[in-house]
């Protein structure tokens, strides 16, 4: 059964960095991209950024320089850090794996497993509640 | 303000059917990328309820259905029922940011 279990500081100071670790449980860790996800207080998802076994990132672009995320594939984990955090910052934030479609069809073109864009997210952690104060 | 626009609430008496619409372009939704819909119960993580437009994952009961056409997307639920109260959100790709992006969330309740 996949798990994913993810754990940090909670409390981090203005300007200073959040660190998240997320460690994969139960499934083969070059199969799947990892996320982390973001939801501040009574507010929507947001994508942070995600990353696949080989280190290959994506980022949200309203993040991008702020956010690096890691992939340590001998212990199955994944990180996030998030520099010169601010207020806005404070969130539960989520790790999640992606998934691909075993069958996706865009137009007439059909593939046995769905490009990257297609992934969908199938497994969430816990979250973890990030609070940015002094 | 979200790529994806969704209704902020939507409501229905039990055993009623209620629609939450997705609305995107034709960078995400229109690019056929797919649509994946997610039920976030109060004080829990989402969980997966639709991927690619129409499929339901092991476990989602039938009551759960989703649909795709042209920049839009719906996710139907039938018969509903009280424990179906919760937050529905949509998700996408979209190739104009290279990125995931969700709408912003609507709230059902089970009047």
């Not at chain 2, 819909?37 to 989402?46: F, V």
């Not at chain 2, 991927?51 to 056409?69: A, K, L, M, T």
């Amino acid at each position: 059964q996949v798990q994913l279990q993810q754990w940090g500081a909670g409390l981090v100071k203005p300007s200073e960095t959040l660190s998240l670790t997320c460690a994969v449980y139960g499934v083969p860790f070059s199969e799947y991209f990892w996320s982390w996800i973001r939801q501040p207080p009574e507010k929507g998802l947001e994508w942070v950024g995600e990353i696949n076994h080989r280190g290959t990132t994506t980022y949200n672009p309203s993040l991008k320089s702020r956010v690096t995320i890691s992939v340590d594939t001998s212990k199955n984990q994944f990180s996030l850090n998030l520099n010169s955090v601010t207020a806005a910052d404070s969130a539960i934030y989520y790790c999640v794996r992606g998934a691909p479609p075993s069958r996706y069809c865009r137009g007439s073109t059909c593939y046995t497993r769905g490009p990257s864009y297609s992934f969908y997210m199938d497994v969430w952690g816990k979250g973890t509640t990030i609070t940015v104060s002094s | 303000q979200s790529v994806l626009t969704q209704p902020p609430s939507v409501s229905g008496a039990p055993g009623q059917r209620v629609t939450i619409s997705c609305t995107g372009s034709s960078s995400n939704i229109g690019a056929d990328y797919g649509v994946h819909w997610y039920q976030q119960l109060p004080g829990t993580a989402p969980k997966l309820l639709i991927y690619v437009n129409i499929n339901r994952p092991s476990g989602v009961p039938d009551r759960f259905s989703g649909s795709r056409s042209g920049t839009s997307a719906s996710l139907a639920i039938t018969g509903l029922q009280a424990e179906d109260e919760a937050t529905y959100y949509c998700q996408s790709y979209d190739s104009s940011l290279s990125g995931r992006v969700f709408g912003g969330g609507t709230k059902l309740t089970v009047l």
